[in-house]
């Protein structure tokens, strides 16, 4: 196969989901000496970004986004041992600390965002559901990230994500991350009004977000 | 002898209650705290949210047992628990409901994404539905409904479970968004084929409740009618939660603009209308002014 068709190929396979497929083409792209960095831009990066434009066009829903993100998981993981290799330092994304605030049990949309940052070429560290506030900043610390990522879905559990911001501030620590924040009562303005680096409305969003702030 | 509610239906608009969630917050509930917990520990508080939505005027109010699957409730440990504090949410809303008017046994997602996508199973699902289900029969309800529902097969596997262990009739809604192409759940059902499906599994009402406004709710009450014969649920949520500045989270819908859309939800085809996130007892009680205003006159 010729390269183009290749990476053609390979965005074919994130954007269908097909996590064989894209896996298969990963391994294939290391053993035959392909410049990965290039196999990483312009084969599985399209593919995620036209996943996301058919989500937000309403043509993809959950269950495509997330066998589409499982691809290009797998796909990176079958990646990554080379790439650091060859490319240290170079990963595209950084390191974000996400989770659901304290109090709060939904952990659906802050899955799936961990799922797209991941598959955004993000290293996620992922701390589930009901976390206490002190423990993102803990976790941030100890894995040198770079942002941290906040949800909640309830109006009243919203509250920590400004009581977040606040605490991050009484450390001394709030120029030292960079703060997002998601779940269905958050918005622009609120993001705006406590302070935080940003908002998005989905995880699509959240990833292009995540980029332009890393 | 009060009719069934579903022949009350076939008569006029029937009236559902309004968020139940802020109000137990409104009254010191903690995040964090299930809110099913409260039909033990504070079971005054529970009976006096539905006693407000009664004088209000609502015919029908639902069990405060939203979050009440075993699964569900096994996120705050109480799994163990789940019989008992359905069985009590029943008999709140039982007790608080005058002669002639409705409760509702309210069952909301498990919480679990199914598989491929998640870990969980059609049989987990249904069997926990199943289980909250017979609880809330047990408790003395009139229907069940089953709500906020983002996957259809999640919304088929709680029919079937609690079809399993009652006869009483089983309502179900789903929660859609406005999408380009029409009404879809996150999942992307479309809102008719879910009407559809759930008609032809025995749901004895379907309809569609949070995420949409009043306004957008009245082309999705017209996307399920086309669908079913069935009677079609609408409780739409007030808008958007807004946060004031360093104050209160308010809903972007103020009152009067959510009540608008009332008569026009009614003739898209809405037979059972009522309220979800940001509604309170006032938004009921104008609701009812409007119904039976229409009605009467």
Known sequence: MIKTEILAKMSEAIVAGDRVAARALAEEAVRSGLDLLEVVEQGYVPGIQRVGELWEQGDYFLPELITSAEAMKSAMA???????????????????VIGTVEGDIHDIGKNLVASMLQAGGFEVFDLGADVKLERFIEKAEEVGAGMICLSALLTTTMMAQRRFIALLRDKGLRGKYK???GGAPASRTWAEEIGADGYAENAVAAVRLAKSLA | MKPPLLDLVRGRTVLFDGAMGTELMARGLGAGTAPELWNVD??????????AYFEAGADVVSTNSFGGTPLKLAAHGLEGRASELNRA???????????????AGSMGPAGRVLQPQ???????????YAAQARALSEGGVDVLIIETQYDLREALAALRGARSVTDLPVFVTMTFSRFPRGYFTIMGDPASRSAAELD????????????????????????????????????ANAGR????????????QSLEDYVRFVPEIVRAGAGFVGGCCGTTPATIRAMARIIRGKEES
């Open chain 1, 78 to 96: 079958a990646l990554e041992p080379e790439l650091n290799r060859t490319h240290a330092g170079t990963r595209m994304g950084g390191k974000v």
């Open chain 1, 179 to 181: 703060v997002l924040v």
């Open chain 2, 42 to 51: 504070r079971p005054e508080v529970v009976k006096e949210i539905h006693t």
């Open chain 2, 89 to 103: 949410a029943a008999r709140l809303a039982r007790e608080a409901a005058p002669g002639g008017r409705y409760v």
């Open chain 2, 118 to 128: 998640g870990p969980a199973t059609v049989d987990e699902l249904t069997a926990a």
């Open chain 2, 200 to 235: 032809r599994a025995g749901a004895a009402a379907v309809g569609a409740n949070c995420s949409l406004t009043s306004e957008q709710m009245v082309g999705c009450v017209a996307a399920l009618r086309t669908a079913t014969a069935l009677p079609v649920i609408a409780q």
């Open chain 2, 241 to 252: 939660p807004v946060a004031g500045a360093g104050g209160p989270i308010v809903y972007s």
